[in-house]
């Protein structure tokens, strides 16, 4: 019933931009948090950026100062702006959502930054 969808990835070149968006939808309760994750060829999936109900966020160090998260209550999505994207950040992004009524996770989008 519940579905996270992503959309925005693609292939770019180095120190251009992307922005990946987000779109909850079905019976979930009592979001707490949402965020980013990426995973890399031969690497552990990864925590890129988050923000909780309280609108705190957080950031991987790898990212701080380049990628921004935001959020729409009303839109229920969630974005991911990627600014002076790096080959390094090539990855699959994945949209997660925790809430009370469970964790949930999108299909996943493919970023590719060339060099």
């Known amino acids: 019933q519940v579905q996270l969808v992503e959309s925005g990835g693609g292939l770019v070149q180095a120190g251009r931009s992307l922005r990946l968006s987000c779109a909850v939808s079905g019976s979930i309760f009592g979001i707490r948090a949402m965020g980013w994750y990426r995973q890399a060829p031969g690497k552990q999936r990864e925590l890129v950026a988050a923000?909780?109900?309280?609108?705190?966020?957080n950031y991987a160090d790898s990212v701080k100062g380049r990628f921004t998260i935001s959020r729409d209550n009303g839109k229920n999505t969630v974005d991911l702006q990627m600014n002076s994207l790096k080959p390094e950040d090539t990855a699959v992004y994945y949209c997660?959502?925790?809430?009370?009524?469970?964790?949930?996770w999108g299909q996943g989008t493919q970023v590719t930054v060339s060099s």
């Open positions: 997660n959502c925790v809430a009370r009524s469970g964790d949930y």
């Open positions: 923000i909780t109900s309280g609108g705190s966020t």
